[in-house]
């Protein structure tokens, strides 16, 4: 990252008008966090801004600023066309493949006739765009768009609004688990500590994002952890399982089971923790790890998933219980290849 000056970019982007902001399919605090920041920045200099992501996000996300404006293309499909299309510049935040953006965006993206942008934090990045500001290291892509807009945007500290600020916070606390992985970096300290000087309020965000549930997420854990819980002590992993059938007998809203595969890591002994949830016509897996163990190598060599080394997830399209079995027989048979030394 360094002190590159970008003065090329910097005026192309100055010389565009119609902004479209595009990020992964179940966008979380990161991916709305880092598209609403150049929302707000853009919408600050006047341009025609709009967010699209591919599918509804969870309401503790739903008090963001500007949230109200971002259109979900799952049903909005006429919208998101003459979004796409009018679009001069395009921005792709947190992902680094269109098909990460889901069936409707994809295809878009791709024949979209925009500048491109990626910012982003995930490895192998495979968009073609005209800029790549992706750096795999980074705690979260809210940290990377707080650089671009003092690097490339040449936006001033004195010019970063509350609700700049307030979107960049989500961001570097959600994908940082609240600075309990990936947090090592002093910088992201640094933002932070610039952030809540522009008047973030740090106690009452982490309200609104951890203490906004409704009763069935609560119901929903205690299943999981405790009839749902497989430890397997000789791998040192642990995994939970939830049906649709537990899903609908708890009246589940989206976003309640956001982090119950955590709870898999507290175990001192456990080094991976999975959880494996039965979505409709398919089943989402979710990994995370300690240290050394590298959950993006199980997620992409067995389930053709990916995200980071220690977060990662992935879709398969078996049944929920050749699902279990197969994930319990790679954990057994492949342990060597992700619990790296
Ligand atoms: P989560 O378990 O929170 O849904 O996802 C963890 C991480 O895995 C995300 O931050 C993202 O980097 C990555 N990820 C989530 N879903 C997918 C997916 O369907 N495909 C790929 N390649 N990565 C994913
Ligand atoms: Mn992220």
Known sequence: MGSVDFPLLTSKIADCKYIAIVAHYNPDGDALGSALALYHYHQSKGNEVSVIVPNDFPDFLKWMPGNETVVVAEGNANLVKHLMKQADLLYIVDMNSPSRAGQQLEDKIIDSKAFKILIDHHVNPNIECDFQYSFPKASSTAQLVYEFLFKVLKNPLHALTLEMAECLYVGLITDTGSLTYSCNDPFLYTILSRLIKKGVDGEHIHRLVYDNYGASRLKLLGIALGHRLVILPE???????????????????????????????????????????????????????????????????????????????????????????????????????????
Request: glycine share 6%; hydrophobic share 35%; proline share 1%.
């Open 235 to 341: 791998y040192q992993s642990a995994y939970m399982s939830l049906s649709k059938k537990d899903l609908e007998d708890n009246n589940y809203q989206i976003g309640d089971t956001e982090g119950f595969v955590n709870y898999g890591l507290s175990i001192s002994t456990v080094d991976l923790s999975a959880i494996i949830i039965e979505r409709e016509k398919r089943i989402k897996l979710s990994f995370r790890s300690k240290g050394n163990v590298d959950v993006r190598i199980l997620a992409e060599r067995y389930f053709n998933g990916g995200g980071h080394r220690n977060a990662s997830a992935a879709y398969n399209y078996d049944t929920f219980e050749n699902t279990i079995a197969y994930l319990e027989q790679i954990i057994k048979e492949h342990h060597d290849e992700f619990f790296l030394p």
